[in-house]
């Protein structure tokens, strides 16, 4: 992977707690820090997998901080029990956002209803606990922003994070105020080629950029990687795809969707530091 040795990353969305990642975790964050990933935000989708993350973070927390929050996948599981105990999680320094939560009515893994009730529920953690959102959202566009704009006048900073939507979508959004997260979707000459046509309307200082590993490996990679895991080390890649659909330089695209992340997530990061190994 080629890239300008003086450009620095954050991937905003990587599932490092996933169990693919159990044999070689430390490598895999080794070889995303030697491409220029220089922090990374875990995702946190479950209370047991926020739990993971938030011990991750507390293991390398010069480069990891985690999420909190109940994918709406498994809406199902947020009862009162799973709801406190991602309170208790959102209070810890370490967890930067609340999420990933929101809507997914592409499966519907989980009811509509209680994909609603768990979202709206997360939603007002996060106001509680003044964190910013981390934000799912497929094929419910219109609940989503509604859900939204209930709590419009209390919500703190959030980033939709893979937006894969259309352009009516990412304008509503844009002016709603959202940040936006954009993956290796834009690399899928199947379903992710119109994103090209609208990164360009997401103002600088709005733009987040993230691999979602191990999910959504770019499939324009050359030569095409032996594992079909995707890992940190792609966001590269990924920003090279987004920074040219842009008309943008990859220096300037990872300066400033950098600059963005690092402000959004409040963190007081160490920049061109050696990141811990552990
Ligand atoms: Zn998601």
């Not at 009162?80 to 956002?97: E, F, K, N, S």
Request: charged residues 25%.
């Amino acid at each position: 992977m080629s890239h300008p040795p003086s450009a620095e990353f954050v991937d905003i969305g990587i599932n490092l707690a996933h169990d693919s990642y159990d044999g070689d975790r430390e490598a895999v964050l080794r070889r995303a820090i030697d491409c220029g990933v220089r922090q990374f935000i875990v995702t946190g989708a479950s209370v047991q997998g926020s739990r993971d993350a938030l011990a991750l973070a507390q293991a390398a927390p010069r480069i990891l901080r985690a999420t909190a929050g109940c994918h709406p996948h498994q809406a199902i599981e947020l009862d009162a029990t799973a709801l406190a105990a991602l309170d208790a999680l959102a209070a810890d320094p370490l967890v930067v956002a609340v999420g990933e939560c929101g809507l997914d009515y592409h499966r519907n893994f989980s009811s509509p209803r209680e994909q609603r009730a768990a979202f709206a529920a997360q939603l007002e953690l996060a106001i509680r606990h003044r964190k910013p959102l981390f934000l799912h959202c497929r094929d419910a566009h219109a609940d989503f922003m509604a859900i939204l704009r209930e709590q419009a006048a209390a919500l703190p900073p959030a980033v939709l994070h893979c937006f894969t939507g259309v352009a009516a979508e990412l304008d509503e959004c844009l002016e709603f105020g959202l940040y936006i997260g954009i993956t290796g979707w834009i690399c899928d000459e199947r379903r992710g080629t119109h994103l090209k046509r609208l990164v360009g309307r997401i103002p600088r200082g709005r733009l987040m950029i993230e691999t979602d590993g191990p999910y959504l490996l770019p499939r324009d990679l050359q030569p095409k990687p032996v594992s079909r895991r995707n890992e940190p080390m792609y966001l590269p890649h990924i920003a090279a795809v987004i920074a040219a659909a842009r008309g943008e330089s990859l220096e300037d695209l990872a300066a400033h969707t950098t600059a963005t992340a690092r402000t959004f997530f409040s963190f007081a990061w160490e920049t061109n530091s050696e990141a811990d190994s552990t």
